[in-house]
């Protein structure tokens, strides 16, 4: 149990285009995903919560507008990079909170595979 | 202020033990979790404590003590394949995991 996807893993764009990003929790449902954002030998950075059928939560920095985020249903939510830039190049991971799974502990972060980015 | 303190990298020899210590602060604390990332991959579930004490899973075991701030991570019998980064990842009192930068563990044969 508790796993989650990620596509595309892997995605090469020019600049100026949107990517858009999916996460979706396979074998439960997920009100509560996060988007993390991680530099090369650099820790997680959290981007946002995304709440189902809310508006997601925005951490310092992070613009809202560049980085959509939508959770329409409890398995899925999806980010969206508009007009990206190299700057953006980077691996954007998701992570489904799953509480109460059988196995493991409430409140458990499972992690989708990551997607890689390069903004050309 | 949230912090977590943990070694940049460790090197052991495959088939011995070794302890990867942690230390942390907190907004509040609902349980500590650790996680392995290897290389270029997403990170996985390894460990989750929310009591004092050790939590043992086959070669790795976990402990903590709230008081202190600690926890470490034990993996004995090492593999090649144990070779990666260790998370260790504090959740505080929304819920919320807090993540260092990890410690980088170098296996030799």
């Known amino acids: 149990g508790a796993v989650v996807s990620q596509h595309p893993s892997r995605v090469i764009c020019k600049s100026g285009t949107s990517v858009k990003i999916e996460c979706r929790s396979l074998?439960?449902?997920?009100?509560?995903m996060f988007w993390y954002r991680q530099f090369p030998k650099q820790s997680l950075m959290l981007m946002a919560t995304?709440?189902?059928?809310?508006?997601?939560?925005?951490e310092q920095g992070v613009e809202k507008d560049k980085f959509l985020i939508n959770h329409a249903s409890l398995t899925l939510s999806t980010l969206t990079v508009t007009s990206a830039h190299p700057e953006d190049s980077s691996f954007y991971i998701c992570?489904?909170?799953?509480?109460?799974?059988?196995?493991?502990?409430?409140?458990?972060?499972?992690f989708g595979p990551g997607t890689r980015l390069l903004v050309l | 202020g949230q912090n977590i303190d943990q070694p940049t990298e460790m090197t052991a020899t495959e088939g011995a033990i070794v302890q990867i210590n942690c230390t942390y602060q907190t907004s509040g604390f609902n349980g500590l979790f650790w996680y392995q990332q290897h290389a270029g991959e997403a990170p996985t579930f390894l460990s989750y404590?929310?009591l004092d004490g050790l939590e043992e899973k086959g070669r790795f075991s976990s402990f903590l003590s709230r008081s202190k701030g600690y926890s470490y991570l034990l993996l004995k019998e090492l593999q090649m394949k144990d070779s990666a980064s260790y998370l260790c990842?504090?959740?505080?009192?929304?819920?919320?995991?807090?993540w260092g930068a990890g410690t980088k563990l170098i296996i030799k044969p």
């Open positions: 074998d439960f449902q997920a009100t509560t």
């Open positions: 995304s709440n189902e059928g809310s508006k997601a939560t925005y």
């Open positions: 992570s489904a909170r799953a509480p109460g799974l059988a196995g493991g502990p409430q409140e458990t972060q499972y």
């Open positions: 404590n929310v």
């Open positions: 990842a504090p959740m505080d009192s929304n819920y919320q995991l807090i």
